[in-house]
């Protein structure tokens, strides 16, 4: 049974009874809830800070470790990158600079993200996906580097490709004993006047072997007018090479050859006062001087010796 409370009426003099509205009764009630709600969670976490439960300590256990493992992951990750950046260094400037290549623009490089440095300051919170967005832009710089370096190994093919066709021995044995023309105005022993003598002349005996300067296609083996029997070999990378008053072909129109290759013997047909191999190199369609392009097989004393033939500007042997 509820208690009757009274209190003292100073005007009445007498003791009235307390009458409780129930707003103060609701107020009341609510008061008591919300204060034994505190002290229930109060003492929940308490006791579950002085006596963990097994789920909890498992929780804390994991969280733990995936804290440890991303510091882990990005320390990796971070290496990843640091190792990526020092072959696309390489790449660009050994590499790409070796094979007169630009460097590849750092747009391409970062894939359009910006890297991966816009995501540094986001929040623990997110680890998963700042782990996710690293680990996408690692695969991607990887990829484009793999791209790249494919890149290069088809520029290292060409360079050698170039290397072995362009034009780059003497046409024929002992060239430097045999040299007698050079490139040049020269007196023109049939014509006895001045002309452009657009090659070098080689004397030597009938039958002596010529030989492919570098690697290509026979663009033509047959007689050409003044020239005599004349064989063009098209070494691609805009480079021609012709060797004329030949006595004999030792290949056909459209074979593949190779430098040093045997493709005719000396001889003297065509416009020619004695056996002898007009020889020339056209780049890009202009005819120039084949003795810089000597290079391969003459030591510098032999070279020397050439040079000094040539600029004795002495009669060629015909056209
Ligand atoms: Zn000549």
Known sequence: MAKIKYYYDTETCQY???KTSLADTVSLVLVFLVVSFVMA????????????SDEYVELAK?????????????????YLNKVLAA????????YRGYFDSEPLPKTIREGG????????????????????QKIDAVKRRIYIQAKSLDEIVKLAQSHSERAASIPGIVPVP?????????FGMRMHPIYRIFKFHSGCDFSAPIGTPVYATGDGVIAAAQPHAGYGNQVTIDHGFGFVSTYSHLSKFDCKEGQKVKRGQLIGRVGSTGVSVSPHLHYEIHRNGTQINPIQYFYDDL?????????????????????
């Open 16 to 18: 009235q009874e307390v």
């Open 41 to 52: 969670l109060g003492l929940a976490v308490g006791y579950n800070a002085l006596f963990p």
């Open 62 to 78: 994991e969280k733990q470790l995936l804290e440890k493992n991303y510091t882990k992951f990005d320390g990796e990750l971070s």
């Open 87 to 94: 072959i696309q260094e390489r790449d660009d400037y050994l």
């Open 113 to 132: 993200t910006g890297g991966t440095d816009k995501y540094r300051n986001l929040p623990k919170h997110e680890i998963i996906s700042l782990t996710a």
């Open 174 to 182: 002992e060239a430097t004993k045999r040299f007698v023309s050079g």
């Open 299 to 319: 030591n510098p004393n032999e070279y020397e010796e050439l040079l000094d033939v040539a600029s004795r500007n002495r009669p060629s042997m015909g056209n």
